[in-house]
């Protein structure tokens, strides 16, 4: 048996839907009329990096070491003097394998024959397996193509890889391939999803999944293969960029973000994930976490003055066991014991449940959630807030807005990370019906390892769907 998995970062499933229906996807419409075509969640922050952690590692990516696309690291002990900060925007995107918890193994660790494209999350792999890193050209391409906004060039970067990624499956015969590839995400920040771009995007994905069954046909692979596509988060429009580090800065804190990370004396870290999420990190000369309420009254006026701000839309103030949630709708306390979950109303109702929820477990929580905006946010919320790394404040953008106004070489119309549907919402399309119902991203790991016949690891957020 193989699995392949072709991952169209940044795909929505109502995007990817009306593709099919239009005619313009005909290789994974017949895996459709074969398959099924699912919605499920991805994780909190919904951002690519971090939202690869649950196809590649079963677990959501807050409690394994990867909290954001930047984070800072309060102990010290990871990132190095005079900021403690990560950005995996940049070069600092090759130690996303060492961050993550060594205890946590990928399935490249597990499988023995594995190849996988566009990857930051690669432990396990070996170089010559690892597409993207392999070609210059293909490198060159792709750092030119991110500074000078030139859009329709990642579609270019995406044949490329497509070719290697055909190719290698021919060739070499992975038990466990994981093909991402980023044009829907590209050109969704540019132009927004759907539109004739993102289509095209989706038809490299289509043209992809089409070669590679051609090939498995031919040869008589195609009845032991497992083909999936799916996507690590979705999009919504944007229209108002805030300058949320500026913002904090002009309030009087001595404010750390990226790319401008040295300051004297640092108060506060403001770290931006997919434009669409922040965590902040407050009272940074100390070495342990404060959780809610216990900070600093002097952070107590930076939680106000936040909560007035017109693009948030849900504040997390970190408690022990889960989190407040904050909002313009009211307040409510989210918290997990002994795997049971909670949402308890105190003012209000922040994630428009409807209810309060009492110690149940992550998969009622999960369709008690699933039509709200926020799906599956009782499980979102109490894994980021737990998290060791951590900030003590999160958020979560408004629709419509991002905290990013400036530093990004494509200007952005469109956005991801936050807790909305539009973002957290993501398609899960496979060749064949299986007897289950995949829920979670995080899913898709241990039902990839039960078509293999591999063993599954203890301690994931995921559960096979076969």
Known sequence: MTVVILLADGARPDTLCAAIKSGRLPALARLKAEGAL??????????????????????????????????????????????????????????VDRDLDPNAPTIFEICDTSMASLTPVGRGLRNRNRIGRLSPRTAFRAAKTHFSGDVAAWLDVDRDVADMVVKHIRRERPEFTFAAMVGVDKTSHSVGQPSELTNEALRIVDETAAR?????EADGRWDDMHLWVTSDHGHSPVTEHEDLAGIVADWGYRTVAHPWIYKIRPEVAVMVSGNAMAQIYVDLSARERAYWPNISSRYH????????????????????????????????EVTLHDGRMSYLRTSGDPLGIGQDIRATCPDAAYDLTMTTDYPDSLSQIATIATAARSGEIILSAKRGWDYRAKYEPIPHVSSHGALHAEHM??????????????????????????????????????????
């Open 301 to 332: 006026q930076l939680v106000e003055l936040l909560l007035e701000r017109e693009s948030v839309d849900l504040m997390l103030l970190p408690m022990p066991n889960g989190a407040t949630v904050r909002s313009a709708r009211g307040d409510a």
């Open 425 to 466: 919402l993501v398609p899960l399309l496979t060749s064949r019906r299986y007897s289950g119902t995949p829920r979670r991203t995080t899913d898709v790991m241990p039902s990839a390892l039960e078509a293999l016949g591999r063993a599954i690891p203890a301690g994931l957020d995921g559960v096979s769907f076969i």
């Open 38 to 95: 699912h919605r499920v969640t991805s994780c909190f922050p919904s951002v690519t990096g971090p939202a690869y952690t649950p196809f590649l590692m079963g677990r959501f990516p807050g409690p394994i070491g990867l909290p954001g696309l930047r984070w800072y690291d309060r102990e010290r002990t990871t990132c190095s003097f005079p900021d403690y900060t990560r950005s995996y925007v940049g070069p600092q995107v090759n130690y």
């Open 212 to 216: 590679i069954r051609a090939d498995a």
